[in-house]
């Protein structure tokens, strides 16, 4: 099995079971490229997009730009499995590894 396909099963995986009770959060949309788009209570989003051992980050909160970087694969995993809150999980890995709002071309 390709390395890059665990990465993206592990990030599945771990944000179905993050959402799995919390009900009033809209589900996960998966996408056929191995992306996913999550959400918070508040209406705000995160896409994720797997590159490997890196993920690509875009924060958005209504129709506003907030945050994107990468970060690391294995880290954002561990940070959903220990939060069990995606959406916070994901914008905290943003900020370790990118700073505070960090926006990247």
């Known amino acids: 099995m390709d390395p890059d396909d665990d990465v993206t099963s592990g990030l599945r995986e ?13 589900a996960p949309e998966f996408s056929d490229d191995g992306g996913v788009t999550v959400f918070d209570e508040w209406g705000r989003s995160a896409r994720l997009q797997p590159l490997g051992q890196r993920v690509r980050v875009t924060l958005v909160e209504g ?5 994107e970087g990468e970060v690391d ?13 995606t959406y916070e999980a994901v914008a905290a890995s943003l ?8 926006r990247s071309g």
């Open 14 to 26: 771990a944000i179905e079971a993050a959402h799995a009770p919390r009900a009033q959060v809209p």
């Open 63 to 67: 129709e506003h730009l907030v945050a």
């Open 73 to 85: 694969s294995p880290g954002l995993v561990a940070g959903i499995e220990a939060r069990g809150s």
């Open 95 to 102: 900020d370790l590894e990118n700073g505070p709002g960090h």
